[in-house]
């Protein structure tokens, strides 16, 4: 079969080495998922260690040059093959727990991040590709340089593991970044204490202005002078834990300073 050449319009880098898709391959608790999505199989370098699961494998693929070469490649697969925008697949359509995993187009890379928190219900792990630099803000811990709104929506709801990282080598064409493989396992308990809504938005706007304070970054929420002399408002948001946003949105929603 003749290889594909990569699209840069669609981001496409494939990887070489086919040790390293096992590695990420084995990252995914096959046992505790009805179906499995790789976004964006390519070539099928990862589909080539994904075949033992193939009952509850899904193969979501944009490019339909890639599509005519894995039904020709994988024809017991056939029917298992979907050319269309992953972005915009109806997730509720497959059988639940839902696995996710590719090596990622980093143009899209944040979006799939935030189609996994949409469909935090049913979709129960992610094993995937990224920038280096996404892959580290998503597992950053409070405190660090890195930490900000990807880190605090997604350690919300999924327990977070840095795997590997991968120099330009590894694909075809190499990128101009190194990359990074993350491991995704959702929470036992993914009900937040507050109104989740308003949580989003309050970690959006800290970070919109990550090197003021919450007092200044938060002007928009109206708050009284007395909530906002409590002393979580005179930190910056990257030094804010999961739960302190939490207890951040319920003060700023009941307008009142726990006890």
Not at 4 to 20: E, T, V
Not at 32 to 41: A, H, Q, R, S, V
Not at 110 to 118: A, D, P, Y
Not at 160 to 187: A, C, H, M, Q, R
Request: net charge positive; charged share 25%; aromatic share 10%.
């Amino acid at each position: 079969m003749k290889e594909l050449k990569p699209k840069k319009r669609l981001g496409q880098h494939f990887l070489k080495d086919s040790n390293i898709a096992k590695k990420i391959v084995d990252g995914l608790n096959h046992n505790d998922l009805n179906c499995i999505i790789e976004i964006g199989p390519g070539m099928g370098i990862l589909t080539d260690h994904l075949i033992p699961f193939k009952k509850k494998l899904q193969l979501v693929e944009i490019d339909s040059e890639s599509v005519k070469y894995l039904n020709q490649k994988y024809f017991d697969l056939n029917e298992r093959i979907i050319e269309k925008d992953f972005l915009k697949i109806n997730l509720t359509e497959f059988d639940s727990p839902i696995g996710l995993i590719g090596n990622f187009p980093y143009n899209i890379s944040s979006q799939i991040l935030f189609k996994l928190l949409e469909n935090k219900n049913i979709v129960d792990q992610l094993v995937g590709m990224f920038q280096l630099e996404v892959a580290k803000r998503v597992c950053a811990p409070p405190g660090s340089k890195t930490y900000g709104i990807l880190s605090v929506l997604v350690q919300a709801f999924y327990d977070t593991e840095f795997l590997f990282s991968l120099s330009p080598d590894y694909f075809s064409p190499p990128p101009k970044v190194n990359s990074g493989v993350i491991k995704l396992i959702k929470k036992e308990e993914i009900n937040l204490k507050c109104d989740e809504i308003l949580f989003f938005k309050v970690v959006k706007t800290s970070f919109q202005q990550r090197r003021k304070t919450l007092r200044n970054s938060l002007k928009t929420f109206n708050l009284s002078d007395n909530i906002k002399e409590d002393v979580i408002f005179g930190r910056r948001p990257e030094t804010l834990s999961v739960d302190e946003f939490v207890l951040l949105t319920n003060i700023i929603k009941n307008g009142i300073i726990p006890a």
